[in-house]
Nanobody, 124 residues
Framework: QVQLVDGGGGLVQAGGSLTLSCAASGRTFSGYAMGWFRQAPGKEREFVAA????????LYVDSVKGRFFISRDNTKNTVYLRMNGLRPEDTAVYYC?????????????????WGQGTQVTVSS
């Protein structure tokens, strides 16, 4: 079992930045690839970014490429999502997720554990 606690969300103006964090406890953090997903009201949960177990490989949805950056610190059992140039359409609840595997993947069903979510609201 892995427990994930994500946070760092908040209210920010368009063009602003936020850094989300997700702290893991339980099993060995470095044994898991990690991902960030988001869900806006009335919409399906969608993939945002993922990072491989070692941190060497990352994956992003096209809409956030060049603005969002995922990273991890295996010594702190934490994964981060740095979000720059935020837009109103980025408003959503953001969830971190963990999967028992090496590679970063984009599909929701591939993840085994989920955080509780943190709200990000971007005002125009």
């Amino acid at each position: 079992q892995v427990q994930l606690v994500d946070g760092g969300g908040g209210l920010v103006q368009a063009g602003g930045s936020l850094t989300l964090s997700c702290a893991a406890s339980g099993r060995t953090f470095s044994g898991y690839a990690m991902g960030w997903f988001r869900q806006a009201p009335g919409k399906e949960r969608e993939f945002v970014a993922a990072i491989s177990r070692s941190g060497a490989s990352t994956l992003y949805v096209d809409s956030v490429k060049g603005r969002f950056f995922i990273s991890r610190d295996n010594t702190k059992n934490t994964v981060y999502l740095r979000m720059n140039g935020l837009r109103p359409e980025d408003t959503a609840v953001y969830y971190c997720a963990a999967r028992s595997g090496i590679f970063a993947i984009a599909y929701t069903q591939g993840y085994d554990y989920w955080g509780q979510g943190t709200q990000v609201t971007v005002s125009s």
